[in-house]
């Protein structure tokens, strides 16, 4: 049953907000599904501190030595190839790190991947 909003004047921002439910309810992110090779049961979790971010990925099938992952400062690509399940993924940081200071562990089907940040500003000497 749908509420009764003729005079909400909220009504555009609860339209928006169950919009955005039905899609992740019917499995849609609003991004171009195709180009992921991460089936819908892989979880791919960004977190963030001041000084680091942190790459969760479930990659449950494959092991150690058949992931490669790169980092261009700005996006994280994993790929892994297993015997009955393929990976590749690119992910957007939330802020530019430093690819240099990549560490990645692989435990029980999880990969973590750990970034320093950078700042995203220089100190420009005037002469």
């Known amino acids: 049953m749908r509420r009764d909003d003729r005079d909400d004047p909220f009504d555009d921002l609860f339209r928006e907000i169950e919009r955005m439910m039905d899609e992740m309810m019917e499995g849609g992110t609003g991004f171009d599904n195709d180009q992921s090779g991460f089936s819908t049961d892989t979880h791919v979790d960004v977190h963030e501190t001041d000084d680091e971010v942190r790459v969760i990925a479930d990659l449950p099938g494959v092991e150690k030595d058949d992931i490669s992952v790169q980092c261009d400062g700005e996006h994280v690509t994993i790929s892994a190839h297993g015997d ?44």
Do not use: K
């Open 84 to 127: 009955t399940r393929e990976y590749d993924e690119r992910i957007s940081l939330p802020g530019a790190v430093d690819p240099r200071s990549g560490e990645a562990s692989y435990n029980n089907g999880i990969l973590e991947i750990t970034f320093e940040r950078t700042s995203d500003s220089t100190n420009i000497d005037v002469e």
